[in-house]
């Protein structure tokens, strides 16, 4: 398993923009799909967004389509989760995760996570 880390979370007044980071303590993730979660207290972890090992496939869910954009740069050995238009809907804890193979919407395919990074959208 490798250990990722998240940043970038915050406080953001609806409407405003963050843009998290995901990159691996140690070795590197470069072969592996990469997803971002969130999870908001009370509620189950739901799947946000996702993407294969170069970047090529892209995968979100309904609720972020048109406003959250992932990307990754291999050569810096990171995945990057842009977020616009955020509402106090999207104010959760978000985890990055990574897994060999396909990405997946599902939390349980995951092996290496995060510890997570806040994000807080004021009304």
């Known amino acids: 398993q490798v250990q990722l880390v998240e940043s970038g979370g915050g406080l953001v007044q609806t409407g405003g923009s963050l843009r998290l980071s995901c990159a691996p303590s140690?070795?590197?993730?470069?072969?592996?799909?990469v997803g971002w979660f969130r999870q908001a207290p009370g509620k189950e972890r739901e799947f946000v967004a996702a993407?294969?090992?170069?970047?090529?496939?892209?995968y979100y869910a309904d609720s972020v389509k048109g406003r959250f954009f992932i990307s990754r740069d291999n050569a810096k050995d990171t995945v990057s989760l842009q977020m616009n238009s955020l509402t106090p809907e999207d104010t959760a804890v978000y985890y990055c995760?990574?897994?060999?193979?396909?990405?997946?919407?599902?939390?349980?395919?995951?092996?290496?996570w995060g510890q997570g990074t806040q994000v807080t959208v004021s009304s």
């Open positions: 995760a990574a897994r060999f193979g396909l990405p997946r919407t599902s939390n349980r395919d995951y092996n290496d």
């Open positions: 993407t294969n090992w170069n970047g090529a496939d892209r």
């Open positions: 140690a070795r590197t993730f470069s072969s592996k799909s």
